[in-house]
């Protein structure tokens, strides 16, 4: 008797398999294009908070900003939906959104 | 090393302007200047190795075009919406033929097939996309009732 084990979803499509899929309709088409669609369709997907993720950086003394670019960057960032801060005890610490982000003093540094 | 706020929940808050994140705090002191008067919004004010630990929806990572692994790896998505990415592929390649057919009746069924696959496409990420990859979705129970 199999008993009550946890059914796991194991099938995973590889490129090779998206492509061969693709060629029974389009036998002529080239690898390197299929690819680069299928790298189109990756980042439509990510518009949909498709993937999760976290990342840590450090804190510089009395500096506002901190950049979030794609660009130059090992992180890329559609939405950034909650940031914790580290607090004396070395734990993360969730810190409430600034909706009115109108505030008195400003710096670009 | 850590910081120096004990509770920062009350007095660091975050935002964002473009691609920049803000990270400012109203700890300061009893001086009236703008620049360190305490309950004033201003930039963080100390140093924190890691001290900011960012939760995001991200892109997902591109797929190969010239590695040896190209055609044995996964793309970098759920696994349920792996079958979409046909859907998507065969779109365009689907208005690439309408586009390029000089039979204005095989460009008119290409465009029709083209369409059948987008709304699949749209339907698979548009409607379900985020409950797919939701792992906490139905009822459970993580402890049987008492009932006694």
């Known amino acids: 008797m199999g008993g009550y084990g946890i059914i796991m979803a194991v099938r995973r499509l590889t490129v090779k398999n998206i492509i061969s899929r693709v060629r029974q309709t389009f036998p002529q088409a080239s690898e390197t294009y299929l690819i680069n669609l299928i790298n189109d369709a990756l980042l439509e997907a990510g518009m949909y908070r498709t993937k999760i993720e976290y990342a840590k950086t450090t804190t510089v003394a009395d500096q506002m900003w901190y950049d979030l670019s794609d660009v130059g960057s090992d992180i890329d960032i559609n939405k950034v939906f909650r940031v914790d801060f580290m607090d004396s005890a070395g734990d993360y610490i969730k810190v409430p959104r600034l909706i009115d982000n109108e505030i008195l003093k400003m710096d670009v540094t | ?148």
């Open chain 2, 1 to 148: 090393m850590a910081s120096n706020h004990s509770h920062p929940e009350a007095d660091i808050a975050w935002f964002i302007v473009g691609d920049k994140l803000a990270l400012v705090t109203t700890k300061g002191t009893d001086s009236s200047s703008v620049h360190s008067k305490s309950g004033d919004w201003k930039g963080i004010d100390e140093a924190v190795t890691n001290g900011i630990l960012i939760h995001y929806y991200a892109e997902p990572n591109a797929l190969s075009t010239t590695a040896n692994t190209r055609l044995t790896a996964y793309p970098d998505l759920d696994n349920s919406m792996h079958a979409s990415l046909i859907e998507y592929v065969k779109a365009k390649l689907y208005i690439d033929k309408a586009g390029t057919s000089n039979d204005p009746n095989v460009a008119s069924t290409a465009m029709n097939m083209s369409m059948v696959h987008e709304k699949k496409w749209q339907d698979s990420m548009v409607k379900f996309g985020s409950r797919r990859r939701d792992k906490i979705g139905g009822t459970r129970v993580v402890k049987t009732f008492d009932l006694r």
